[in-house]
């Protein structure tokens, strides 16, 4: 390559398969950033409010600490393009796709249809950080009452301003990202 090309040309020539694992490092210093690793690619990332923890509760603010699948992405029509990936991909429907987040009830920490008559919040979000949302599988398949619920992989607020206990990077780190990701994927946030 020429000595003109630029660092970012030259990851994205020399990166073109499919990620199998992601793994989020906080970053030394404050325990609500980290960073985050993809193949030869490193990037910031938000973390929770309160960190991360091994011990999950819901409401308490932290990234859990846990090697977690990725199981589809959901991206906001009307706002950008389907973005590329090897996930399944979803188009969220504004006042439709939600998530419940109330412990007692049989729908926790699923997609619901809106309105709900249980809490739930809205995949279609007014600040865009759900824009594209990849669904990680944290209480997914067991599901445990109060472990924690909407643990997503989504885009970060500016400045990289702590997640309520998600994962969030750059809509450019995002677009980047996005198609690398398959099913086979893991991120894994280590303590």
Known sequence: MGQHCSRYAREIVAFHRTI?????RRKPGDERR??????PL????????????IFKRE???????????LVE????????DRPKSRLPTR?????????????KHAAYNRHVRLPFPASA????????????????????ARRARGRGSAIFFHI??????????????SPADMRRLAPHLSSRTRLTVIR
């Open 91 to 103: 188009r969220v429907r504004p006042g439709v796709d939600g998530w419940c987040d109330a412990p």
């Open 20 to 24: 199998d694992r992601i793994t989020v």
């Open 42 to 53: 490193r990037m910031p990332c938000a973390l929770g409010r309160s960190g991360t923890t």
């Open 156 to 169: 970060a607020k500016e400045y990289y301003r702590p997640t309520e206990g998600c994962v969030a990077i």
């Open 73 to 80: 992405l959901w991206h906001r029509g009307g706002r950008l």
């Open 59 to 69: 409401g308490d603010g932290a990234t859990p600490v846990a090697s977690m699948a």
């Open 121 to 140: 919040e809205s995949l279609a979000r007014d600040d865009r950080l759900y824009d594209v949302v990849v669904v990680l599988d944290w209480n997914l």
């Open 34 to 39: 980290g960073i985050l690793a993809a193949g």
